[in-house]
Every structure is written in structure tokens, then in C-alpha cells.
């Protein structure tokens, strides 16, 4: 005998206002997310109810109702990448404290197809959407994004970008050159002399941003008289590979082939480090022991590494959970929120250890 709730239509947001005794206005208004306050009594009523009915929100008939979907939609260059899995989980426990729901959608790391997401999201309406990840140097493909954000805007979306500042939209941006010119200065000083950087593909901003930063901090501390650029003061390779693990190891392999040893390993990303790591292993070099090795990011999982991994630390959650607060809290205005990179020194340099 098939089972009497087999075919049971969904309940509806009349439903539960029925099972709780209270006005559809007020049963909206407590599974809604909207701003107006519901006494707590019947709040807790319409709960129940919803729990009782198994109740699932209509986004549909949300969205036709108030132009937007209670949502924020994500955009992400790789969902694998623990440094975009914080900014993402940040951003979806904002979401959740304001009363909002979220989903994520992945670009490969392909400009073309965050374009793309971004004009799928824009049918989906949703309150806002938060574009996390390194901007390009190719103009005519951030012209077309700028004008797929420029028009979700215009017909009442927010946009928020996790990245490099330049875009006229809100805009968390982490301090890439700052923290990777400390982080030089700290180990050139320590007495590292012959560094080699392991560096993103080149047309991704973030990448510049750190290789360039890194490059900088070393030159003025190995040469602080010199007063031209900081290109001309020092030869530090600099060798590109994808922003992976994969492309650390890789990008490792062929500095060893083409430069030899050097005193100290820089990778622009944790998990370009990682993949370093193990390929100096492979070469029978130790790191932290004949080579000292530093990434950026401060990714956790970092705490499962050995030796630990001296980096620089990004506050990648807070840089979610603050797109958010620009969504639930629009302002009107452009807003530039700037987050401060810390150094942090562990076993992977010794000497920067020591010089403490």
C-alpha cells in the first residue's frame, strides 16, 4: 500500500500561519528575514508550525513578489582551494545569522566563465552577489564582467568583490603587497641571501601583487641606499606555474633545474608551498633544514604540515562574513574596506625563528 503522504503537496506559507494561529503577514514576516520585529510568542509559534509542516520557502514566488530572492549567490574560483572554502564559509555564516541563504558557483579560474555565472545569477535574482577571487590583467573580459555587475545593480542587486580594489563596486580587499614586503623584509634580514619566487600565471593580479610586494621588501632590505627601481637592485627569479599545489611542485622542479638551490623557497600561495615541499623532498633537500620555504595565506590547513609553514596570514573569513555585512547593511556609496596581513614565522625559516 503506498504511503497517504506520498503524493502530500509542499505546505505553504498559508499553512503555517493556520497551524499557528497567527496572520499570514506575521508567518512571513518570521520566515521571510524581514526586518520588522515579530513578538517572540508568536515567532516561536510559526517555527513550530514550519517544523511540524516541513516547510520550505518559495524563492520563486519571493522573488516575483519582491524583485529578489532572499539569497546571496557566490562566485568562487575553486571550491577546493582552502583559501576560497574560508572566504566562502564566511560568507554563507553571515548569511545564515541575517536570515538569508546562499549558494555557491565555481569559475575554474576562467574569466570567461565567471562572466557567465554571473549573468546565470543575475536570472536567479538574488539579494546580492559576492565575486571572490584574483582579477586579470585582460581588459575586454573585465569590461564585459564590469558590465554584467553593472546592470545586476541596476536592476536592484548588490555586488560585492572579495579582490583587488579598481572595480566600481563594494570591495574587500586583503593586503597582498604590504604583507608580502614584510615578510621579505623579515627573512631578508634574518640572512637568507639567494631567494627564488614561485609565482601564479602572470596575468592574475593577486600573483603580481605578492611576487611584486616580495620583491620590493627584498630589495630595500639587501639594498637600502639603492634608490631606482627595485627590479635593477637584486636578480631574484621569479618562475610561474598554476596557483595550486600541483603548481608549486611543478614550478620548484624547474627552478632547481634552471637556478639551482637557493637559501629560501618564497610561494605566493599556501598550496603552491606545499606542493614546493614535497618536491624539494623529492630531491633529497629538507625543507626548513637546507632550504627554508615560505607561502602566504595561512590556509588551515597549515596546522597539518611539518615543519609548519611560516607565511603571511589573511583574515580570509572576516574579509566573508564583511561582504556580507555590505549586503545587509547597503549603504549607497562605494565602500573600500582594506584587511591587514600579519607575518607569521615558524619552523619552515629557521633563521627568522632565531631572529625574533
Known sequence: ???????????????????????????SRTLNGSARRVKEEYRARVLAAAERLNYAPNLQAQAVARGRT???????????????????????????????????????????????????????????????????????????????????EAEGGHVVLVTQAGLPFDTIAFDNVEGARALAARLATAGYARAIVLAGPERLMTSRERADGFLEGW??????????????????????????RAGGY??????????????????????MAVGAMARLREAGIEPGRDVAVAGFDDIETLRDVTPG????????????????????????????????????????TPAGVEHE
Not at 227 to 235: H, R, S, V
Not at 250 to 268: I, N
Open 250 to 271: 611543478e614550478a620548484m622542479g624547474r627552478a632547481l633545474a634552471d637556478h639551482g638551490r637557493p637559501d629560501l623557497v618564497f610561494a605566493v600561495t599556501d598550496l
Open 309 to 348: 609553514l611560516t607565511t603571511v596570514r589573511l583574515p580570509l573569513e572576516q574579509g566573508g562574513i564583511a561582504a556580507v555585512d555590505l549586503i545587509l547593511h547597503r549603504t549607497g556609496s562605494q565602500s573600500l574596506m582594506r584587511l591587514p596581513a600579519e607575518v607569521v614565522v615558524r619552523e619552515s
Open 70 to 152: 532572499n539569497t546571496v549567490g557566490i562566485i568562487v574560483s575553486d571550491i577546493t582551494d582552502p583559501y576560497f572554502a574560508q572566504i566562502a564559509g564566511g560568507i554563507i555564516a553571515a548569511a545564515e545569522a541575517g536570515g538569508m541563504g546562499a549558494s555557491i558557483s565555481v569559475s575554474g579560474r576562467d574569466p570567461e566563465r565567471e562572466v557567465q555565472l554571473v549573468s546565470s545569477l543575475r536570472g536567479l535574482r538574488p539579494a546580492g552577489i559576492v565575486l571572490v577571487g584574483s582579477r586579470v590583467t585582460d581588459a575586454a573580459v573585465t569590461a564585459r564582467l564590469e558590465t554584467q555587475l553593472r546592470d545586476f
Open 219 to 244: 630589495a630595500v632590505a639587501k639594498h637600502p641606499a639603492d634608490a631606482g627601481p627595485f627590479e635593477d637592485t637584486l636578480d631574484v627569479p621569479v618562475v610561474h606555474s598554476e596557483f595550486t
Open 1 to 27: 500500500m503506498a504511503r497517504d503522504d506520498a503524493r502530500r503537496p509542499p505546505a505553504t506559507l498559508q499553512d503555517v500561519a493556520r497551524d499557528a494561529g497567527v496572520s499570514l503577514a506575521t508567518a
